[in-house]
């Protein structure tokens, strides 16, 4: 059955690589079954959201039997692109960027970060976690045409105007990890993750909300 990606529901579409990293560390282990509540203890997502978000691509699994570890990872890693590699470009090679570089994710899944862009001249030419940095003003110049998504850890002050020259590079997609909220055309898609209001929404839970 051909499944039509724009009908899923973005929340669901968010969980999707929670599921299969688990997935992936279940056929690792040898284990060929899983039910939906051993899902939900792993991943900490209610059973029935993972019926209901399974169901959106059809018959994955049989009632008193639960699912095929490996059937579901051969399905999700076609749903999710994995064996498709996604060229990333980061902006900012401050701690966080530096941290990104080190860890770089071709290690763990399909997108690998394969160059960087700063302002300071002492940073310009190294390379980090085998990554070489180039100037911000190069940006256009230089970019891979291939390299679709950037992720942006720069000052707050400097993001629009980045994200600007971004998107004139030809970026589709950016991952913002600072606090400004970009206007960019309805053709680019931002994922904004402010850690500041992450770490304030968990101490608010933890206060109002104890487990």
Do not use: C
Not at 149 to 156: E, F, G, R, S
């Amino acid at each position: 059955m051909k499944i039509d990606q724009t009908k899923i529901p973005q929340a669901t579409a968010k969980r999707l690589p929670l599921y299969y990293r688990f997935l992936e560390n279940l056929s690792a282990s040898g284990k060929q079954r899983v039910s939906s509540t051993e899902l939900s203890e792993a991943v900490k997502v209610d059973s029935a959201t993972i019926r209901r978000d399974f169901s959106y691509f059809g018959a994955l699994g049989k009632k008193g039997y639960g699912y095929n570890v490996n059937y579901l990872l051969s399905f999700f890693r076609k749903t999710l692109d994995q064996d498709e590699q996604t060229k990333v470009v980061l902006v900012g090679v401050g701690n966080l960027g530096t941290a990104f570089l080190h860890y770089n994710f071709s290690k763990n899944n399909n997108t690998r970060i394969v160059m960087a862009f700063d302002v300071d001249d002492h940073k310009i030419g190294e390379e980090v976690g085998g990554v070489t940095v180039h100037h911000l003003g190069d940006l256009e110049k230089v970019i891979d045409p291939e390299v679709t998504v950037a992720i942006l850890t720069v000052p707050q002050v400097a993001a629009q105007k980045i994200a600007d020259q971004l998107v004139a590079a030809g970026i589709q997609g950016i991952l913002n990890f600072t606090p400004a909220r970009l206007d960019v055309p309805e053709t680019v898609r931002v994922h904004h993750i402010d850690l500041s209001v992450e770490l304030q929404a968990l101490v608010y839970f933890l206060k109002h909300y104890p487990v």
